[in-house]
């Protein structure tokens, strides 16, 4: 899963072109929004659409589920995993 982690890490960094940070700047377990990475609502459209095209995610903008998924890269990381296992079972 580590990888996975710095894949979303690097996903992060590049969907919303941070430039002065690296994938080891960012905390696995720390918030994305407010007081951690400081993420804002902007940020959240554009990882919702970096999901969609590297992983083929789709999220609902208005969900509560989504607010949960986007809490951190390891929550991110387990909306991934819990995507590639249902297209593993089709």
């Known amino acids: ?29 720390a918030p994305l ?21 590297q ?3 789709t999220l609902a903008s208005d969900s509560a589920d989504t607010k949960r998924h986007f809490a951190s890269v390891k929550a991110l990381a387990e909306l991934v995993e819990a995507h590639r296992a249902a297209k593993e079972g089709e």
């Open 1 to 29: 899963m580590d990888e996975l982690y710095t894949e979303i890490k690097q996903m992060i960094i590049s969907s919303l072109a941070l430039e002065d940070i690296s994938a080891e700047d960012i905390e696995t377990d």
């Open 33 to 53: 929004f407010g007081e951690g990475l400081g993420l804002d609502s902007i940020d959240a459209l554009e990882l919702g659409v970096a999901l969609q095209r």
């Open 55 to 57: 992983y083929g995610i």
